[in-house]
């Protein structure tokens, strides 16, 4: 921590460095009607390109020469603003509202499942800029990190390939993630796996994090949050850009954006492809990732018609088995219990001691998961009367793959072959290759109609649903034996098929009953059938029939004080059912997997304030202080052991809460020097819990008595920080760091079997310059894990009787890098 202070001081003096000549401009973007901030306004300074607001609604223009000049601030759907500024030694601000305008902006699909202080929810926004500063190559997750209540994670240790994200203590499964208003969470699992679309965070024009509950949204319910991206921004001027990182381990980004700008006055085209590339901090857990994204949009008053396709190829090695604790500790003792009990061969034991922490389990070279996601969306805004817009999409996401295993010694059984019969031996057992495939469809419609009086805003409304299906089919096929039996290439030993449709309608309206105080209301019905027939690969029949029917209501009210500051409380009820490896992976015939119900009560304070006399006219202030208490029903939560293909087994608990209370805060002066800090604490139980062990003969064992225990993965704080400052210009500093909390494997509350607090600390620097041949040119520099620490920030557990009679445990971790860094040159045209 002393590090931290002293970093933080040598950069809080680099700050304070004297202004240069010519003095910045900065000012804030809002709608006219609701005061609202304008994330995505653009800026020009006589006519030639400068920035973007941020999230908050914020610009600056770090240098306006001296004389008089021209600012033009713009945005889509809203009349443009033209303002004169003076040259001047010394910072002015620059505040303006942008009155709506006759064409549409395009997200109306997406604004109807937007959080605002009306909807008296927690929620963060992050604009493109906001992204981009953070956007190395890394996954989405790790761009979030500093947000509130988030912890991540990466199965190759470095953020690049498989990550995980959990926010509340719950994990991507009860995340909810939209893009542009479509669903993005695989049907069945719930999982969002964004290693399907590496670099999408280039992409993404503006994204929004609802903590708890919040808003009704198409897809599965929020457990825990959701998040909300949109790639639906128009860029009215030409552009190129592209943006090349290379790093530790091998580490590479590429990318290359274009985009035709406002065509005609009508069209727009917009393109990105990628390529990410890293032989992973674990031993062989290399990944290979390519994407693209393709737009093409016609506007005119009334109408805007937009084309989208994005699609992600992955290769990654598999990591997903984490390594066993003797290769974090060191313990050799533990190791042989290790091999004794069949968890590790003699071999592997070797190589644990000779890979120590960075140790990979599966030595065959083509031991990878392959998988592409195509996505594709039609969007329509349409304009209906004065006060009226509907949007609409429809969407239609193809998704195929496989993980490919070497396995030893399998019965031949086990596969649908015969034994092999050499004179007198028989042959029960082979090596072989297989491979298990995903072949999926997705599709369906969404919709939102929304009332938007031009006149009186004191009440809106939303109306908006969307129909859904999802054809999944789960097959594995040899390819290869070393006794092949009466096997044929690509013998399918295992086949079954899923089907789900889920459909949904809401009503949500705001109305501003006083001057001071607004009222928010939410209804959500949503049905869901889910099928599957046929057989998994243990040849268990996992024949599923499931219906649902939900209602969740949501309420809440805000109160402003005064200027800046407002008082919000919700209630909100979610409601969701169980995944596929609920029903699949209990034994064949027990459905016993019920839907989980959350009741969701958050309450806050905010302020926000810009130009505070005690700290100049250039500081901005935000403030909030949210808590929370979220009460469950039948949650499902995880037991601390995984599948054979990395999902983590969950379990029913009758009753069980979460409850906390998390503060952020951010301050900036002058543009030079920002510091923004989030904490949470908070406590995570489950009422009655009994836990479970083996007998001898591995028969379950329940304990008699219940007890109150801490939720598996669910820390009891997490904090967040940033320090930024601006020392010369167009150089950029910052310390990031985090801290959190020890977590448990299982739902034991067992120091032994749990993840051990860690804090990281990042240190990230970015240099600008605007060059007359072309609109900038970044290097940026980002070093991860400064003080190179050794942590985990995931793993599992599972234990049974072992060879000495008595219980054992076996854990799993999943080590994150040492320090390690990332370089990047970003071009702009």
């Known amino acids: 921590m002393k590090t931290v202070l002293l970093a933080g001081a040598a ?108 909807t ?84 993404i024009n503006s994204l ?10 198409n897809g599965g319910a929020a457990f825990g949050a959701s998040i909300n991206i949109s790639t639906l921004a128009v860029r009215r001027e030409a552009y190129a850009e592209t943006q090349n990182t290379y790093g530790s381990y091998n580490t590479w980004k590429n990318n290359v954006q274009f985009g035709t700008g406002l065509v005609g006055g009508h069209f727009t085209f917009d393109g990105r492809l990628s390529r990410i590339a890293t032989d992973g901090y674990m031993n062989r857990a290399a990944s290979d990732l390519k994407s693209y994204y393709l737009a093409a949009g ?76 195509n996505h594709y969306q039609l969007h329509l805004s349409q304009g209906l009367g004065r006060d009226w817009n509907l949007g609409a999409a429809l ?56 009332y938007q009086p031009k006149d009186n805003d004191k009440f809106q409304a939303t109306i908006g649903g969307a129909a859904n299906r999802f054809d999944n089919d789960h097959y594995g096929e040899v390819i290869w034996a070393q006794y092949a039996s009466n096997g044929n290439i690509r013998h399918r030993y295992y086949f079954n098929t899923a089907t789900k449709t889920d459909n949904n309608a809401y009503a949500r309206a705001t109305w501003q009953v006083l001057p001071r105080l607004g009222v928010y209301g939410d209804l959500q019905v949503r049905h869901i059938e889910y099928n599957i027939d046929g057989k998994e690969d243990d040849q268990n029949d996992v024949t599923t029939r499931a219906r649902y029917t939900f209602f969740n209501p949501k309420a809440g009210a805000t109160l402003t004080l005064g200027e800046g500051q407002q008082l919000y409380g919700s209630f909100a009820v979610g409601q969701r059912e169980p995944v596929r490896s609920d029903f699949t992976d209990r034994p064949a015939g027990d459905q016993t997997a019920q839907a989980e119900r959350l009741e969701d009560f958050e309450g806050g304070y905010r302020f926000s304030r810009s130009g505070l006399a005690l700290l100049g006219p250039q500081t901005a202030v ?27 087994l969950r379990t029913n608990v009758a009753r069980s809460y979460r409850r906390g209370v998390e503060l952020s805060g951010f301050i900036s002066a002058d543009d030079k020097v920002s510091l923004s800090s989030t904490l949470t604490l908070s406590q995570n139980r489950i009422l009655g819990y009994r836990d479970v ?107 049974y009787v072992g060879a000495s009679g008595q ?19 970003n071009l702009k045209f």
């Open 11 to 118: 950069l809080l003096a680099l700050a304070a460095a004297p202004a240069w000549a010519q003095g910045p401009v900065s000012g804030t973007v809002a709608d006219a009607r609701t005061g609202e901030a304008l994330p995505g306004a653009t800026i020009l300074l006589d006519g030639a390109a400068g920035p973007v607001t941020d999230a908050t609604g914020t610009f600056t223009l770090p240098v306006v020469p001296a004389g008089t000049h021209e600012i033009r601030i713009s945005f889509l759907g809203y009349e443009p603003v033209v303002r004169q500024v003076q040259g001047q030694e010394g910072a002015q601000q620059l505040n303006s509202v942008l009155q709506p305008g006759a064409v549409l902006t395009g997200e109306a699909l997406v604004t109807a499942s937007l959080a605002s202080d009306r």
């Open 120 to 203: 008296a929810t927690a929620y963060t926004n992050l604009g493109k800029e906001d992204l981009a500063k953070r956007n190395f190559g890394q996954d989405l997750p790790y761009l979030l990190d500093q947000t509130p209540s988030v912890v991540v994670n990466s199965d190759a240790g470095a953020g690049v390939g498989y990550t995980d994200i959990r926010i509340r203590g719950t994990s991507n499964t009860g995340i909810n993630m939209t893009i542009n208003g479509v669903p993005l969470n695989d049907p069945e699992s719930h999982g969002s796996f964004l290693v399907n679309l590496p670099d999408l965070a280039s992409s």
């Open 208 to 217: 929004q994090v609802q903590r708890g509950v919040g808003t009704s949204q």
């Open 298 to 373: 016609y506007q005119a008053k009334n109408t805007l018609l937009k084309f989208i396709t994005f699609s992600g190829r992955e290769k990654a090695y598999q990591a997903w088995n984490g390594v066993p604790e003797p290769a974090i500790t060191g313990n050799r003792a533990l190791l042989q219990t290790y091999v004794d009990n069949g968890e590790l061969t003699p071999a592997d034991a070797a190589r644990v001691l000779q890979e120590g922490r960075r140790y990979s389990y599966y030595t065959y070279d083509n031991q990878t998961d392959n998988y592409q996601q």
């Open 395 to 450: 969407h239609l996401t193809r998704g195929f793959g496989y993980y490919e295993n070497y396995r030893t010694r399998r019965k031949f059984v086990d596969y649908g072959l015969e034994n092999v019969v050499i004179g007198n031996q028989t042959i029960t057992r082979t090596n072989l290759i297989d491979q298990k495939w995903l072949d999926n469809y997705f599709y369906g419609g969404t919709f939102a109609l929304n």
């Open 622 to 648: 935000r403030l909030e202080a949210n808590g929370f208490y979220m009460n469950y029903q039948n949650q499902l939560v995880a037991t601390g052991q995984l599948n054979d293909v990395g999902t983590a």
């Open 693 to 799: 062990s083996y007998d001898a003969d591995y028969n379950p064992v329940v304990a008699a008595e219940g007890r109150t225990t801490t939720i598996s993965y669910s820390p009891a704080s997490v904090s967040a920080h940033t320090l930024e400052g601006q020392p010369l210009k167009g150089l950029r500093l910052a310390l990031l760091y985090k801290t959190v909390s020890r977590q448990y494997l299982d739902n034991s509350a067992s120091a032994a079997r749990s993840l051990r607090p860690y804090q990281t600390l990042d240190f990230r620097v970015r240099y600008t310059i605007h060059p007359t041949f072309m609109k900038e040119i970044e290097l940026a520099l980002l070093v991860n894990n400064v003080l190179n620490r050794e942590y985990e920030a995931n793993g599992y557990t599972y234990g």
């Open 807 to 825: 219980p054992e445990t076996f854990n799993y971790y999943f080590p994150q890098a040492t320090r390690n860094f990332l370089g990047s040159v």
